[in-house]
Structure formats: structure tokens, C-alpha cells
């Protein structure tokens, strides 16, 4: 499992995550050239960086919160997260999980930029295969990383196993899709964000089918925090909301979005959306993303956790 910034239904690219391009319709990262993906990840996962320290904080200030000493961050990416929890948690030694090394090595520049490269560290695993190599924890933070493996219960429990007695599993799955345009933006069909989403759902259903040793799993991640053995602790929302008119970094990252969508999805939609999809990405068009003063981001990120007793 590579996870880095996701194509999935509610397109998270914090890691690099991921939200990607890395997982197109073939949920294949092998012929990526990370030095192009690597800036854009560590880009959008600075935006994204508000949701996640609020989330942080109040993993660190809940009443059951045992002392953090290590931290696992499955599905790192370019480790902008892995840096942020070693600043939420300054006792703790955090290990960035990835099965990129590109990625990992942009992690190290990262933390040691920052003066935290005493503290946190990269590995590399392919999971849940390696699972084993990951070592005890007192916090695991998977970033939408869980639906990446096939059967997400024996995922889970193997997470659990990993933690110390007290110790908290932070599991960001779920949140609302992102809404950057109106829902008129005055050519082409009303709506054209939710159409694009029905269809992405449909090929996030075929990637999950595709990965090996799937499973269906009802998604009501606090009952399978109890199917492993975990006591739930509770699940927050975490919005980012950026209103127009945009900084130039927040609409680099909108206009990336929309050209990842048409990339993806060029073989799934209609004449028409793949025409309106061509104008907003025209840099020159007045209507196009990189023009119009009504583009915005709004995102919900979900966070749900579960402590071993």
C-alpha cells in the first residue's frame, strides 16, 4: 500500500496523499516521477495543514490521552503530517510509513528543515504486508490510508496490535467531498461538481474491488473498532474553508484538482462536462479557474478514534 494523496470519494490530498494523479484508474504510482508530484503533494498538504493541527489538538487534550512517545504515520507521503504530530507531540518520536522512497527522502528534507530530524524518522513498508515492521506505538495516525488495503478489518487489527496499552489509533476515513465552484458557474450543465463526484465514487467502488484480498466492510468504522477489540473514543469533522477570492497557492491547487479529474475521468463523462472541464482549465479563458473571482475550496475531514484498553 502507497497512499498518497486519493482520487477516492472524498479526494484527500494531505499526505500527498493523497487528496491523485498516483491513483488514477489503474491505482498504479509505479511510472509517477515524484520530483514533479513530490512539490505538488507537499503543496497541498501545507493547505490542508489547519484541519490537521486542530485534529491533533484534540487528540492530545482528550482525558483518556496517554503519553505519546511514538508515533506512527501510515501512508506519509512527503511527511507534512509526520511533522506536524512530532510538533503536536514534542515528547514523541514520529516514524513516517510510506512505500515510496521519494516521498520518504522529501520527508527527511522535510523534518530536518524544520529541526525536527531528531525526531522524526522515515521507513519504508508496503502494508499490510509489513506491517510487522512498523513496531509498538503510542498513536497511529492513518490518513486515508485504511481503504487502500483489501480486507480493512485484518488492516485494523493490525494496527491495534501495535499499540501500547492506552494508545490511540487516529483513523481520517469519510468527511464530504470538496466544493470549489457554484453550483452554476454560468456555462454548461448546473451541477457539474456532484456528477463529477457520482462518477468517482464509481471508480473508487472498482478500485477497492480490484485490491487484493478485498472485502466489503460497512463503513461503520466504531463498530469495527470494536470488532478488534478497540474501545471508540469518539469522531470530529474538520473543515477547511478557504472563500473566495483565493490565495494563489489554494487556486494551484484547485486548478491541479480539476486537471486530475479530467485526466482520470476523460473516458467516463460526457461531451459536455469534458468541454466545460477544457474552459475552466484554460489558463486564458476569463470563465477558466485561473481567472474567475468566485473559485473557493470547502472541505470536511473526518477523524475517528479508538484506544486500546
Known amino acids: 500500500m502507497t497512499k498518497h494523496a486519493d482520487h477516492g470519494p472524498h479526494h484527500d490530498t494531505a499526505h500527498g496523499r493523497h487528496d491523485r494523479a498516483a491513483h488514477g484508474p489503474h491505482h498504479d504510482t509505479t511510472d509517477l516521477d515524484w520530483d514533479v508530484m513530490g512539490p505538488v503533494l507537499e503543496r497541498n498538504a501545507e493547505l490542508s495543514s489547519p484541519q490537521y493541527q486542530e485534529a491533533a489538538r484534540w487528540i492530545a487534550g482528550l482525558p483518556t490521552a496517554p ?51 531528531d ?71 448546473p451541477g457539474l461538481e456532484a456528477r463529477l463526484d457520482a462518477v468517482i465514487a464509481d471508480w473508487f467502488e472498482e478500485m477497492r474491488a480490484s485490491l487484493p484480498d478485498a472485502k466489503r466492510e460497512t463503513e461503520d468504522w466504531s463498530a469495527l473498532f470494536t470488532a478488534v477489540g478497540l474501545a471508540p473514543q469518539g469522531t470530529r469533522t474538520f473543515l477547511l474553508d478557504l472563500p473566495a477570492p483565493l490565495s494563489d497557492q489554494a487556486r494551484d491547487h484547485v486548478i491541479a484538482e480539476f486537471a486530475q479529474r479530467r485526466d482520470m475521468l476523460a473516458d467516463a463523462l460526457p461531451a459536455d462536462d469534458l468541454a466545460v472541464l477544457d474552459r475552466l482549465l484554460d489558463p486564458e479563458d476569463p470563465a477558466g479557474l485561473r481567472l474567475r473571482q468566485d473559485v473557493f475550496l470547502l472541505t470536511a475531514r473526518t477523524v475517528h478514534l479508538a484506544r486500546r484498553v
Open 119 to 189: 525526531r522524526v524518522r522515515t521507513l519504508h513498508a508496503e502494508l499490510p504486508d509489513e506491517l510487522t515492521k512498523l513496531g509498538d506505538a503510542d498513536l497511529i495516525w492513518a490518513g486515508n490510508a485504511l481503504h487502500h488495503m483489501g480486507d480493512q478489518r485484518s488492516a485494523l487489527a493490525g494496527f491495534a496490535a501495535l499499540l501500547r496499552p492506552g494508545g490511540t489509533v487516529a483513523l481520517v476515513e469519510g468527511g464530504l467531498p470538496p466544493r470549489q465552484l457554484p453550483r452554476d458557474i454560468g456555462f454548461g450543465r
Open 67 to 117: 503519553r505519546v512517545r511514538r508515533v506512527l504515520d501510515i501512508g506519509s507521503g512527503p511527511g507534512v503530517i509526520a511533522c506536524l504530530l512530532a510538533e503536536a507531540f514534542p515528547e514523541a518520536e514520529v516514524v513516517a510509513v510510506d512505500g515510496t522512497a521519494a516521498l520518504l527522502e522529501r520527508a527527511r528534507a522535510r523534518s530536518a528543515r524544520l529541526g525536527l530530524g
